[in-house]
């Protein structure tokens, strides 16, 4: 009978998931540590690939990063006990990430302004594969089958290597000069565009912090002693910390909503689509720092409004929901190009990861908030409204980014907001590495 009251608050479980594999019935904590295990291994992980990336280049960390997570994902499908499928977890989510340093390829690799077109267009494929995991999932529920089925495909990145071209910018900041012209050639030729030799060889880094002698860590530690810099990082981390409490919180809240648990989450990531295409839009027009404000202004009081919608409108508050869904991706597919745009080539990758991994503290915390429904059923909207009201206040102390070239060195990035990039002469920028006619 003892036994029978240590699990009358049991975890509901199906045959083919891992608490029934694992017996974790009576267990009611150790299925939501999965989730924290994972969200804190890919907070440390962010801080690795940055550091990887900009040491050993974006190709090489985006190549090692994706197989790393396919074997290790595959892997976990074979773990035979639950502390192994942790620790298995774990390690996919701290190494297996390639996400952050394929984003720093992607927008080295094409000139300024079609940068948001082409990050629009990846992202709906990002979002397309969110869309498809949960009918993946609904036609192999066994968990070790799932895994299998999603992370077999993975491999392909591996052949990355052979055929995606590393980042001309990184090259230079390395003083791989000559590989930098090679692959300007490549381009050049398949784009049929002739490059005069001569303009080639003015193409080079001018600071001398650039100098191959000068370590990672010395250029970090510039980076980081910067006033300017300083300020853009700890915005940049409130921005970071908003945007996945806000976008974990709704993934979690997606699933209570009454119905198919994938039916709901498919069609909440299905509200990506248009915010991605809104979010090229409008950066195409009001560039984005505006874009940035008002879409976490609104979105703050759109989620503190939620709580106070009649309960004979429900609609009302489920659209009020759908609205703040869109307007937080938008904003999250904003934060992750605005972030990338304000620091230097040499550094970006890894100011990037950093105030990204500061950010996973908002998913860390993200699972917690239905237990703030114990004391007021809105006091989860109304958290996520005042972070995005906060975040949104301190985006008026950035710099507009979208008219500067991306700068390479700190000195160039603390000009940002004071004088256009993009104007100054060419003998005077320490690189502008595609012809103006390629289309990469």
Same mark, same amino acid.
């Given at each position: 009978?003892?036994?029978?009251?240590?699990?009358?608050?049991?975890?509901?479980?199906?045959?083919?998931?891992?608490?029934?594999?694992?017996?974790?019935?009576?267990?009611?904590?150790?299925?939501?540590?999965?989730?924290?295990?994972?969200?804190?291994?890919?907070?440390?992980?962010?801080?690795?690939?940055?550091?990887?990336?900009?040491?050993?280049?974006?190709?090489?960390?985006?190549?090692?990063?994706?197989?790393?997570?396919?074997?290790?994902?595959?892997?976990?499908?074979?773990?035979?006990?639950?502390?192994?499928?942790?620790?298995?977890?774990?390690?996919?989510?701290?190494?297996?990430?390639?996400?952050?340093?394929?984003?720093?390829?992607?927008?080295?690799?094409?000139?300024?302004?079609?940068?948001?077109?082409?990050?629009?267009?990846?992202?709906?494929?990002?979002?397309?594969?969110?869309?498809?995991?949960?009918?993946?999932?609904?036609?192999?529920?066994?968990?070790?089958?799932?895994?299998?089925?999603?992370?077999?495909?993975?491999?392909?990145?591996?052949?990355?290597?052979?055929?995606?071209?590393?980042?001309?910018?990184?090259?230079?900041?390395?003083?791989?000069?000559?590989?930098?012209?090679?692959?300007?050639?490549?381009?050049?030729?398949?784009?049929?565009?002739?490059?005069?030799?001569?303009?080639?060889?003015?193409?080079?880094?001018?600071?001398?912090?650039?100098?191959?002698?000068?370590?990672?860590?010395?250029?970090?530690?510039?980076?980081?002693?910067?006033?300017?810099?300083?300020?853009?990082?700890?915005?940049?981390?409130?921005?970071?910390?908003?945007?996945?409490?806000?976008?974990?919180?709704?993934?979690?809240?997606?699933?209570?909503?009454?119905?198919?648990?994938?039916?709901?989450?498919?069609?909440?990531?299905?509200?990506?689509?248009?915010?991605?295409?809104?979010?090229?839009?409008?950066?195409?027009?009001?560039?984005?720092?505006?874009?940035?404000?008002?879409?976490?202004?609104?979105?703050?009081?759109?989620?503190?409004?939620?709580?106070?919608?009649?309960?004979?409108?429900?609609?009302?508050?489920?659209?009020?929901?759908?609205?703040?869904?869109?307007?937080?991706?938008?904003?999250?597919?904003?934060?992750?190009?605005?972030?990338?745009?304000?620091?230097?080539?040499?550094?970006?990758?890894?100011?990037?990861?950093?105030? +990204?991994? @500061?950010?996973? #503290?908002? !998913? %860390? /915390? *993200?699972?917690?908030?239905? =237990? $703030? &429904?114990?004391?007021?059923?809105?006091?989860? +909207?109304? @958290?996520?409204? #005042?972070? !995005? %009201? /906060? *975040?949104?206040?301190?985006? =008026? $102390? &950035?710099?507009?980014?979208?008219?500067?070239?991306?700068?390479?060195?700190?000195?160039?990035?603390?000009?940002?907001?004071?004088?256009? =990039? $993009?104007?100054?002469?060419?003998?005077?920028?320490?690189?502008?590495?595609?012809?103006?006619?390629?289309?990469?």
């Amino acid at each position: 009978m003892n036994s029978l009251k240590k699990c009358i608050n049991f975890v509901n479980v199906t045959a083919v998931g891992i608490c029934s594999q694992f017996g974790l019935a009576c267990q009611d904590w150790k299925p939501t540590l999965v989730g924290t295990v994972h969200s804190f291994g890919n907070m440390l992980g962010l801080l690795l690939q940055g550091q990887i990336s900009d040491r050993f280049g974006r190709k090489t960390a985006a190549v090692v990063a994706g197989t790393a997570g396919a074997l290790l994902g595959l892997t976990k499908s074979f773990a035979t006990s639950f502390w192994l499928y942790v620790v298995l977890e774990a390690l996919e989510a701290a190494v297996g990430d390639a996400l952050s340093p394929m984003f720093m390829l992607s927008i080295e690799i094409v000139e300024k302004k079609r940068a948001v077109l082409f990050q629009m267009i990846l992202l709906n494929f990002y979002t397309c594969g969110l869309i498809v995991m949960p009918f993946i999932a609904w036609a192999v529920p066994y968990w070790r089958h799932f895994l299998r089925v999603i992370y077999a495909p993975c491999l392909l990145i591996l052949t990355y290597s052979f055929f995606l071209d590393e980042s001309i910018r990184w090259l230079y900041s390395k003083g791989k000069k000559e590989r930098a012209v090679q692959i300007i050639q490549k381009i050049a030729k398949r784009n049929g565009v002739d490059i005069d030799p001569k303009m080639l060889d003015k193409l080079d880094y001018i600071d001398e912090e650039n100098k191959s002698s000068v370590s990672d860590r010395k250029l970090l530690m510039k980076t980081f002693k910067s006033k300017i810099m300083m300020q853009r990082f700890l915005v940049c981390m409130v921005w970071w910390f908003t945007i996945t409490l806000i976008n974990y919180g709704m993934m979690i809240s997606a699933v209570h909503i009454a119905g198919n648990k994938y039916v709901n989450f498919a069609l909440l990531m299905l509200m990506d689509i248009p915010a991605n295409v809104f979010y090229w839009l409008a950066l195409s027009k009001y560039k984005r720092k505006l874009p940035l404000f008002v879409s976490f202004m609104i979105g703050g009081i759109f989620c503190i409004s939620q709580p106070f919608v009649p309960k004979g409108y429900a609609w009302a508050g489920l659209a009020l929901f759908m609205a703040f869904e869109t307007l937080a991706t938008f904003s999250y597919n904003i934060v992750y190009m605005y972030t990338s745009e304000l620091f230097p080539t040499y550094t970006r990758n890894s100011m990037h990861s950093i105030c +990204s991994a @500061v950010g996973r #503290v908002g !998913s %860390l /915390l *993200a699972p917690q908030t239905p =237990l $703030l &429904m114990s004391l007021w059923s809105g006091l989860p +909207s109304l @958290v996520f409204g #005042v972070t !995005s %009201l /906060l *975040a949104g206040s301190l985006t =008026l $102390l &950035m710099p507009e980014t979208a008219r500067c070239e991306l700068p390479d060195t700190v000195a160039e990035a603390e000009r940002i907001g004071r004088k256009p =990039l $993009l104007n100054h002469e060419q003998e005077q920028t320490n690189i502008h590495p595609y012809p103006e006619d390629s289309d990469t």
